[in-house]
Antibody, heavy 124, light 109 residues
Framework: QVQLQQWGAGLLKPSETLSLTCAVYGGSFSGFYWTWVRQPPGRGLEWIADINQSGRTNYNPSLKSRVTISMDTSKKQFSLKLTSVTAADTAVYYC??????????????????WGRGTMVTVSS | SSELTQDPDVSVALGQTVRITCQGDSLRSSYAAWYQEKPGQAPLLVFYGKNSRPSRIPDRFSGSSSGNTASLTITGAQVEDEADYYCYSRDNRGDHLGVFGGGTKLTVL
């Protein structure tokens, strides 16, 4: 059974850099898109960034200037860095596996495996 | 457009049928996926594509799509279905960035 195990600092001061890593256990690293999603307290889900096995990345335009997603295929890990954090970056951060497919001519995009989430608090 | 719009709050009487909708231009060219989120838990995939439901999800959950609108239907809502529901897809421009709907809080009365 595929599992995602994530870790990283849970308390940051404003202007510091958030750094999270997610490891993939029990399954292949290739053939999927590896994604970070966050959820501020009391608010909805927000897609942050993703990376595929080829290293191609996509970023949420609202965060693009501060975010970097990377991967280490030999370790089956992927990571998120978010610079210059503020209180607005306080959220639960999830690492997620995305599966893509096509039904007839329409594509679908599914987050089928989620990490347990890391609560990151930004406070002085 | 990269936005997906959901009604913030929906309620349903116990045992009745409820439909949660998600609107956005990207849904004209891709399917939505639906997630159930309960307090303190990671989101759970409940439906996706044209007619796909994970094996552990009860068959009272179903989905449909028409034009720019995707719908999640719960037939015979149960107390345990009370949760937040999010739709997700990718926008239909360039890099196909991921986008979530704003979420719908479902209350079972």
């Amino acid at each position: 059974q595929v599992q995602l195990q994530q870790w990283g600092a849970g308390l940051l001061k404003p202007s510091e850099t958030l750094s999270l890593t997610c490891a993939v256990y029990g399954g292949s690293f290739s053939g999927f898109y590896w994604t970070w999603v966050r959820q501020p307290p009391g608010r909805g889900l927000e897609w942050i960034a993703d990376i595929n096995q080829s290293g191609r990345t996509n970023y949420n335009p609202s965060l693009k200037s501060r975010v970097t997603i990377s991967m280490d295929t030999s370790k089956k890990q992927f990571s998120l860095k978010l610079t210059s954090v503020t209180a607005a970056d306080t959220a639960v951060y999830y690492c997620v596996r995305e599966v893509r497919g096509i039904i007839i001519t329409y594509p679908y995009f599914v987050f089928d495996i989620w990490g347990r989430g890391t609560m990151v608090t930004v406070s002085s | 457009s990269s936005e997906l719009t959901q009604d913030p709050d929906v309620s349903v009487a116990l045992g009745q049928t409820v439909r949660i909708t998600c609107q956005g231009d990207s849904l004209r060219s891709s399917y939505a996926a639906w997630y159930q989120e309960k307090p303190g838990q990671a989101p759970l995939l409940v439906f996706y594509g044209k007619n796909s439901r994970p094996s552990r999800i009860p068959d009272r959950f179903s989905g449909s799509s028409s034009g720019n609108t995707a719908s999640l239907t719960i037939t015979g809502a149960q107390v345990e279905d009370e949760a937040d529901y999010y739709c997700y897809s990718r926008d239909n421009r360039g890099d196909h960035l991921g986008v979530f709907g704003g979420g719908t809080k479902l209350t079972v009365l």
